[in-house]
């Protein structure tokens, strides 16, 4: 269950970037006990460097990952008589009203699998934060994006933080049984039961934790389901309105709000696409 959530948490993450830059850490060059309200990610281009993360203490290496949750003191300076150049981004992850590296656990420091493809993956970043064009910034998003994929997948393991209340865990049960429930006609009530909540607690409390309503959230994991297997398996698609509780009326209306194409179009327009590749 705590596979769902952390997938769900990822996936509804909200990026922000405040500052994307190139930077050369010279020996005099430090950072002390700061604390800040945005994410750092650091990509190595040399060794040299000392940093402190809460109780932590990393000396990260040329071709690595640093993530520094925001929220966290920390302090960043050259080893005595060392420089180093680095790529650098300050942001925001949020998924719902909270900041996504404060709810994981993962390695603070990670190699990267292409280092080489790394440092151009980041200094492209760099480039389109700088630009003014039009879809610069979304750009940017997307390579950003690229980056903390890379630093949870070579991560491994990354779990969700406990907190008291035993938050995560509720969470996970509840989306655990959306997606086992898809055909049934769930209730609120029903949900805020599994989380031990009064219903209007329970909404405010889902939306904080997955930035949607329980409905909507189940509507949209109801729409993924649906999309998978119209590209995926030759099911009718009233077999599908079935398979997600929904009259076909109801399935081929929602279905294109959240698309933008009908059931067969999107059907065959994949398909099409799948073909080209």
């Known amino acids: 269950m ?67 949750p925001a929220g ?58 700088h630009s003014g064009d039009l879809t610069s910034m979304l750009r940017a998003k997307l390579l950003l994006q690229e980056l903390l994929c890379q630093f949870l997948e070579r991560g491994g393991n990354a779990r969700l933080r406990q907190p008291a209340g035993g938050s995560v865990d509720k969470v996970s049960r509840v989306l655990a049984y959306i997606d086992h429930h898809l055909a049934d006609n769930v209730t609120l009530e029903q949900l805020a039961e599994l989380a031990h909540f009064h219903p209007n607690y329970f909404i405010r409390f889902f939306k904080s934790a997955t930035g949607r309503s329980p409905m909507q959230y189940m509507n949209q994991r109801r729409m993924e389901k649906a999309k998978a297997w119209m590209v995926s398996t030759d099911i009718s698609i009233s077999e599908a309105a079935e398979r997600v509780g929904s009259s076909l009326y109801q399935f081929s209306k929602m279905f294109k709000q959240y698309t933008g194409s009908s059931p067969s179009e999107y059907r065959k327009t994949m398909r099409m696409q799948k073909g080209r590749q």
């Open 72 to 129: 966290t003191m920390l302090s960043v300076r050259t080893m005595e008589g060392r420089e180093f150049p680095k790529y650098f981004c300050h942001f925001n992850a949020r998924s719902g009203e909270q900041e996504l590296f404060q709810l994981l656990e993962t390695p603070s420091c990670v190699d990267t699998a292409d280092p080489e493809a790394a440092a151009r993956t980041f200094g492209e970043l760099v480039r389109h934060y």
């Open 2 to 68: 705590q596979n769902v959530a952390l997938s769900n948490y990822i996936a509804n993450m909200q990026l922000h970037i405040s500052e994307a830059a190139f930077f050369h850490c010279t020996a005099s060059w430090y950072h002390m006990d700061v604390l800040s309200d945005f994410n750092r990610l650091y990509y190595m281009l040399g060794d040299g460097g000392h940093i402190r993360i809460g109780e932590e203490e990393i000396y990260p290496k040329r071709g690595q990952l640093v993530v520094m």
